[in-house]
Nanobody, 115 residues
Framework: VQLVESGGGLVQPGGSLRLACAAS????????VGWYRQAPGNQREWLATITRGGAANYADSMKGRFTISRDNVKNSVYLQMYSLKPEDTAVYYC??????????WGQGTPVSVSS
């Protein structure tokens, strides 16, 4: 099983990024997938989850700025991020779980928000 995040990078405050999480080795549509992030010196923080059926849940602090979506044909889940702030700087991870299988984590993609 492998999860690979992509789409991170350097963006100016107020900008947008779209992160992708691509899965292999599992039937991705069977899995609940979440996005997390970890900033230096901080604990890993949950951002959003999308169910098998496509229902999304967000951390309160992310509502309105982040959108999670999935494309089961492409075995991928996405995190669209808007109005990025310097405090959004972190490594972003995806996580997939379908009890009792998983959870599986990707290696992370770094996001840096700076002018």
């Amino acid at each position: 099983v492998q999860l690979v995040e992509s789409g991170g990078g350097l963006v100016q405050p107020g900008g947008s990024l779209r992160l992708a999480c691509a899965a292999s080795g599992i039937i991705f549509s069977d899995y609940i997938v979440g996005w997390y992030r970890q900033a230096p010196g901080n604990q890993r923080e949950w951002l959003a989850t999308i169910t098998r059926g496509g229902a999304a849940n967000y951390a309160d602090s992310m509502k309105g700025r982040f959108t999670i979506s999935r494309d089961n044909v492409k075995n991928s889940v996405y995190l669209q991020m808007y109005s990025l702030k310097p405090e959004d700087t972190a490594v972003y991870y995806c996580r997939a779980e379908s009890f009792p299988s998983g959870p599986y984590w990707g290696q992370g993609t770094p996001v840096s928000v700076s002018s």
